[in-house]
């Protein structure tokens, strides 16, 4: 019965948890008006937009776009890669 006792009290840890975290999803973004004057930068992510709007805008098209995956996938894979150059991974050309 000693041996039940640390795992309930775990699970009771974890939906205390789970039930007390809501309350931080519901808080609003800072909008630019409530800031102090001396703020230098200032980046707010509202989500993806709906399909229409990614497709009007050129340049989420064109990331969408399947003719332009080899260079996309090069260019995460060269930004999270170490700084040392590969001999072995191909390299952008002209």
């Known amino acids: 019965m000693r041996a039940m006792r ?3 009290f775990a699970f009771l840890i974890l939906v205390f948890t789970l039930l007390s975290c809501d ?3 519901a808080q ?3 909008e630019p008006a409530q ?14 937009p709906a399909g229409d709007a990614r497709k009007s805008n050129s340049l989420r098209a ?9 260079i996309r996938a090069a260019a995460l ?7 040392a150059k590969d001999p072995s991974q191909p390299q952008f050309s002209r």
């Open 6 to 8: 640390p795992q309930i």
């Open 62 to 70: 064109l990331w969408d776009d399947p003719d332009l995956a080899p």
């Open 28 to 30: 609003a973004p800072l």
């Open 35 to 48: 800031m102090p004057a001396r703020t230098m930068f200032y980046v707010i992510w509202r989500g993806t």
């Open 77 to 83: 894979r060269n930004m999270q890669s170490s700084s």
């Open 23 to 25: 309350s931080s999803w």
